[in-house]
């Protein structure tokens, strides 16, 4: 069976119990829950991860060798400051899917870059915690052709 590294980078501990106007009502724990169900309905294994600590996610990624076909990954913040993190999913060469909240293409001029997109097969951005079941579904469609 395929199984999956879902990363959540920092602050993202916090969703549902801050500024729910900009990153929604849904907590981390309820997005866990709903990829765990998604990913029994399309046959493949999660598991998550959520840090704070850039490092923390660098050696998830190395380990990820050892376990996943594939990682699904918000960074958080730290999509538009990490060559760290960028640098590992290289290293691995596993399939990575980049998805965020909120549609970092409207925000701020800061995060309209992302280190992790030119090594990612592809992004999701904008479609709340959608971005992630959207991302988990196209990763186990593009792992299942490849
Ligand atoms: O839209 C996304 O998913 C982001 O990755 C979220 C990051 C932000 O830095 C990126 O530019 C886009 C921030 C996550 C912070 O999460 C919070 C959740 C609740 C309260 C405060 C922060």
Redesign the pocket.
């Known amino acids: 069976m395929l199984s999956i590294l879902v990363l959540h980078?920092?602050?993202?501990n916090?969703?549902g119990?801050?500024?729910p106007g900009v990153?929604g009502t849904a907590t981390l724990d309820e997005i866990d829950c709903s990829l765990k169900q998604e990913a029994a309905r399309l046959q493949v294994a999660v598991a998550t991860l959520q840090s704070n600590h850039e490092g923390a996610l660098v050696d998830a990624i190395h380990a990820a060798l050892e376990t996943h076909q594939g990682i699904l990954i918000?960074?958080?913040?730290y999509?538009?400051t990490s060559v760290a993190i960028r640098d590992a999913i290289t290293a691995v060469n596993l399939p990575t899917i980049e998805?965020?909240?909120?549609n970092?293409y409207r925000?701020e001029a800061f995060?309209h870059h992302s280190y992790i997109a030119p090594v990612a097969v592809g992004q999701i951005?904008g479609f709340g915690p959608d971005s992630y079941r959207l991302g988990l579904l196209a990763l186990v469609n593009y792992l299942n052709q490849s």
Do not use: C, D, Q
């Open positions: 980078g920092p602050n993202l916090l969703l119990k801050r500024e990153y918000n960074a958080g913040a999509t538009h998805v965020h909240l909120s970092i925000r995060r951005s």
